[in-house]
């Protein structure tokens, strides 16, 4: 196995992680083989290793550098809105377009497959830091929310699982026909915000 400086670490790393992002998004997991990656940087495929425990491994480092921006991203959008409903609506939909838009996480979406052999891969360390970028903002948005008297009074957790489930719209796009898709999806969108921003008679 050869030896490689710091430095040499880092540039062969950042380069695994362009190739990676650009194969994996075009031709999924599996049918990018070690070779395919190791070719393009200049190293034999056990130096891959060196670097990553498997192709696995390696997606879900493209995830977890990727997934703050997306946050950023959205609730930036987010706090431009002033009214609750739309607040909510613009995290609906700037997240499924953030998830829509990302290939690597649309190739997920689109390849069962591959999904299942990443998931086998997840460490409890990629959860927790999903947990803490994914969940816990929304969740304590939801709670700001709620103590403000902006939301029904349920659970957070439901109130939280129901938006998440709502975005899984995206996976029928197909199904529901891509003319039509956008005047579903906004329908969706505005019931949901509708349903849990709904005053309680005794608020009204």
């Not at 880092?10 to 992680?17: G, S, V």
């Not at 929310?145 to 957790?157: F, V």
């Not at 975005?167 to 969108?189: A, E, N, V, W």
Request: glycine share 2%; aromatic share 6%; net charge negative.
């Amino acid at each position: 196995m050869p030896q490689f400086s710091q430095t040499e670490k880092e540039k062969i790393n950042e380069q695994l992680i362009v190739i990676a992002k650009q194969l994996f998004s075009s031709k999924g997991i599996k049918k990018t083989s070690l070779e395919d990656l190791t070719s393009v940087v200049g190293i034999a495929k056990s130096s891959f290793y060196v670097f990553f425990e498997s192709k696995e491994a390696l997606y879900l480092e493209l995830l977890d550098q990727e997934g703050p921006g997306i946050e950023e991203r959205v609730w930036e959008a987010v706090n431009q809105k002033s009214s609750i409903e739309d607040k909510i609506k613009t995290y609906l939909h700037e997240m499924t377009r953030e998830l829509d838009d990302n290939p690597l996480m649309k190739r997920l979406q689109t390849h069962p497959d591959e999904l299942q052999s990443i998931a086998r891969k997840v460490t409890p360390e990629f959860l927790q830091k999903k947990t803490e970028r994914n969940v816990l903002p929304l969740l304590h948005f939801i709670n700001e929310q709620k103590e403000a008297g902006e939301l029904i009074d349920k659970d957070s957790e439901v109130i939280l699982r129901l938006m998440r489930a709502a975005m899984t719209i995206s996976l029928h796009k197909k199904d529901i026909g891509i003319d039509l898709y956008p005047k579903i999806q906004d329908m969706m969108f505005e019931a949901v915000s509708s349903y849990i921003t709904k005053r309680k008679p005794q608020e009204e």
